[in-house]
């Protein structure tokens, strides 16, 4: 079947079409209009101008999605829609948009979740997930979704498609939240993460070449972990529960700075040195990617699944993804899969809607895919909708 999706809840107008069958989800186009030059300038996403600009885009970003993929109304399907968690001026732009579609083509309509989206992003090109059976041991479940957006840290263990039980969360900031927040003190500007760890990384390289040096002259060894001169503090690392908190390091990051400034007489609003920059940056990612290992990793412990994936625009971040990789193969049993989204589906996008619409579609008995041609009158779009 051939499934139009449509994503439109923070600051990206996206419009794919899908292919999905009992064997796979097959992208056919994923058009991705992003606002963050418009949206830089305030250091974060503005939730009107934002609606402003998807209600601009939404039309041209469609036709540009049906013209790629060489689809035409009558092969449509299916058509899904986030209807949350999200900005509500943005996402109402997409889900009436969503919603004529659906009444005038007279096709049926899923909204579907946001992150439930950023979960089977990872699932994209891959064959179906089926239950684990007897007949069906290798299957992917249980399984479980470390989540890491701007809006989300969760532990989620799933026992079976569409299956949530959020076994940890943050109980103040989220993740990308805490990137963000710190590349704007580092004056980094938005969004924060893919700049914080270009400044972490060029810090790491300073640190390894440094330890070369130290190993040429000492003749020792240059193998153990960097110890930054910058300490930030791991919250909740050593706490028995999975739950996160984010808020304190932020706050730890700029008390920092302000230290630097102090001991250096620059006031705020003189520029920060850039090694300064790189060095703090590189400690708030190691702190904020240990914290996020380590809790999956005791999760893992706890619940033993089958596989273990990320999800959400954190999940681009390399070191996390290194870290992730190494901690599980020392710590969990060795046929413990792991998983990340390919690069072009870990930030928001509708090809991620239009997979999991598709397992929904397929949760469904026939009566209840018959309702979904009215589902255009009754779903509701809500900002702040749960998993479930
Ligand atoms: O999933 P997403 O688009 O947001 C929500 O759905 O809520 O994720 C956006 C977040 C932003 O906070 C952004 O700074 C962060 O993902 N991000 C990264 C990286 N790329 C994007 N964080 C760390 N490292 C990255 N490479
Ligand atoms: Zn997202």
Known sequence: MIILGIETSCDETAISLVKASANKVEVLSNIVSSQIELHAAWGGVVPNLAAREHLKNIIPVFKRSLKEACITKKDIDLISVTKGPGLIPALLVGTNFA????????????????????IYANFIGDKVLEKSTKLNPKSTFPLLALVVSVGHTQLIYMKDNLKYEIIGETQDDAVGEAFDKVARILGLGYPGGPAISAKAEIAADRHRKNADRRKNVLHESA?????????????????????????????????????YRKANNLSEEDSLPQNFIEELAYEFQEAATDVLVKKTIDAAKKKTPKTIIMAGGVSANKKLDEKMK??????????????????????????????????????MSKKEQEFSLDNWKIFQTNASLKLE
């Open 326 to 363: 190494r901690n599980i193969e020392e710590s969990l049993p060795s046929d413990t899969v792991y998983k990340k989204p390919n690069t072009s589906y870990s930030l928001d996008n509708a090809s991620m809607i239009a997979s999991a619409a598709y397992y929904r579609w397929r949760s």
């Open 99 to 118: 919603k004529t579609l659906s009444y005038l083509w007279e096709k049926p309509l899923l909204g579907i979740h946001h992150i439930e989206g950023h």
């Open 223 to 259: 193998s153990s972990p960097y110890k930054s001169v910058l300490q930030l503090p791991r919250p909740m690392i050593k706490s028995k529960n999975l739950n996160f908190s984010f808020s304190g390091l932020k706050t730890a990051a700029l008390y920092a700075t302000k230290d």
